[in-house]
């Protein structure tokens, strides 16, 4: 299973390297990070560092996990609209970028909407009041949907 995974990054990697406009792919994406402002409130988020620009959040990093949250009309979007990429190849495509320019390559890039980062909100919350000692019980399925 694991060797048919790699085999599929392999050729998604050298499907994007054949790419005409490659460079300019990994140009707006640059310039989607660059512009940003590294924001932090550690009372209120003290997990979390988000990459702002014009007051919105564009990437947010959790340090409970490996992935980093891209807005999806403002940056995942971008990748299928303007160059046709599907969810996997930005995927793997934004995880090489992330470590060549900034060895930031532990993190897996993931799209999220409004809805999504509630969920993960929500989940990261119920994992603190876990850490506390409460138990909501596993069988109730909220947990497990928000997984």
Not at 85 to 106: A, C, D, N, S, V
Request: aromatic residues 16%; charged residues 30%.
């Amino acid at each position: 299973m694991r060797i048919k995974v790699n085999e599929q990054r392999a050729q998604i990697y050298a499907a994007i390297k054949k790419r005409k406009n490659h460079l300019s792919i990994e140009k707006r994406f640059l310039k989607m990070w660059n512009g940003c402002t590294h924001e932090f409130n550690f009372e209120k988020c003290p997990k979390k560092v988000f990459l702002m620009k014009n007051n919105e959040v564009w990437f947010e990093q959790d340090f409970k996990n490996e992935f980093i949250c891209c807005h999806y009309s403002l940056v995942w979007s971008v990748f299928a609209n303007e160059f046709g990429m599907e969810y996997l190849e930005t995927q793997l495509f934004m995880k090489k970028i992330l470590e060549k320019h900034f060895k930031l390559g532990y993190l897996t890039p993931i799209a999220y909407t409004y809805v999504e980062r509630a969920k993960l909100e929500i989940q990261s919350r119920l994992e603190d009041l876990k850490h506390y000692g409460v138990d909501f019980g596993e069988e109730n399925g909220f947990i497990k949907h928000c997984k």
